[in-house]
């Protein structure tokens, strides 16, 4: 059968599109669909936390969880607790008060790729009782255990799922086991005050320094070229020389060792998880809070990864 050089050519443009769409390089995501009302929530996906609220109040957001992901077994939680109506926390939970968390993967190489849905948790509140339902959707498994409610009416429940992470290895994942002792509550407390020094001194070069290999990492998790993408996402230094702001005093009132990640990270923080270093705005009294995380190498050096 003879091939017309018209036909040739479709055919060719034909075989070219397939060879390109089998190389284009995915781009993956991993996020967390929030929905709520009327409970104070804290969300963490492998014992790392992405997502803290104590305001009352009805909300739905997605938080992008790529950097927390690890190969192999995965978990998300979700803490439920009585919120703050203004100053004040409520006393109970209104009626229907809830949450859903949602874990999800997704592709953005291509637009309007579908989300997919990996792991979920629903906690609802109804006349004193509570309602628990986790569901697995990469092993479709769904059940619905029962949930205690603890003497400060908060309530938790987490699910397991697996994943094949698309990310090498995080370097806090072969870090120390860290200890809740004053030792490392100080000595992570000095590598604070060494940062806020360099806040205050406006050393961006020390800044991009502390922040390289929190950089890189968030390089990885994000698809970014290099550190020096993974810097102007995590706008290094742009506080620093923002004129309109002021760095806040260096302050360590209720401050303690908060371990997280299942052990492997670790951060100063209060009951409210706000760290030792923030500026605000005079002008409309706005804070610009700072969230580090930091693992504790083989040599005793509190590394920042996040």
């Known amino acids: 059968m003879k091939i017309q050089a018209k036909q040739l050519f479709t055919l060719l443009l034909v075989i ?46 997605e938080i992008p969880v790529p950097e927390s992901i690890i190969d192999g077994i995965n978990s998300l939680s979700l803490s439920i607790f009585l919120p703050y109506d203004g100053d004040e926390r409520t006393t109970k939970y209104e009626k229907n ?17 579908p989300k997919i849905k990996l792991t979920s948790i629903t906690l609802k509140i109804s006349e004193k009782k509570i309602l628990t339902i986790v569901e697995d959707f990469v ?3 769904r059940a619905t255990p029962s949930s205690e409610m603890a003497d400060d009416k908060s309530v938790f429940a987490q699910v397991e799922t697996k994943i094949t992470s698309p990310f090498s290895r995080w370097a806090w994942q072969d870090g120390q086991t860290i200890e809740n002792n004053k030792r490392n509550f100080d000595t992570l407390l000095a590598v604070y005050k060494e940062l806020h020094a360099t806040f205050k001194s406006k050393n961006i070069q020390a800044l991009k320094n502390s922040y390289s290999l929190r950089a890189k990492e968030i390089a990885i998790a994000y698809s970014l070229v290099d550190e020096k993408e993974g810097q102007k996402k995590l706008s290094t230094g742009k506080d620093m020389m923002d004129k309109s702001l002021e760095l806040y005093d260096f302050h360590t009132d209720g401050m303690r060792l908060e371990i ?8 100063i923080s209060d009951a409210d998880h706000d760290q030792p270093i923030l500026y605000f705005e005079p002008k409309t009294n706005l804070l610009h809070l700072y969230k580090f995380m930091f693992y504790l190498d083989k040599n005793n050096q509190w590394i920042m990864v996040r």
């Open 260 to 267: 997280i990640g299942n052990g492997k990270l670790a951060r």
């Open 16 to 61: 070219e599109s397939l060879i390109m769409s089998n190389t284009v390089k995915s781009t993956p995501y991993f996020g967390v669909d929030i929905d709520l009302y009327n409970v104070g929530i804290e969300v963490k996906v492998n014992d790392i936390p992405a997502y803290f609220d104590e305001e009352k109040g009805q909300l739905t957001v």
């Open 97 to 113: 008060a809830y949450a859903t968390v949602t874990l999800f993967s997704q592709d953005l190489s291509t637009k309007n790729t």
């Open 139 to 141: 092993s479709k498994k």
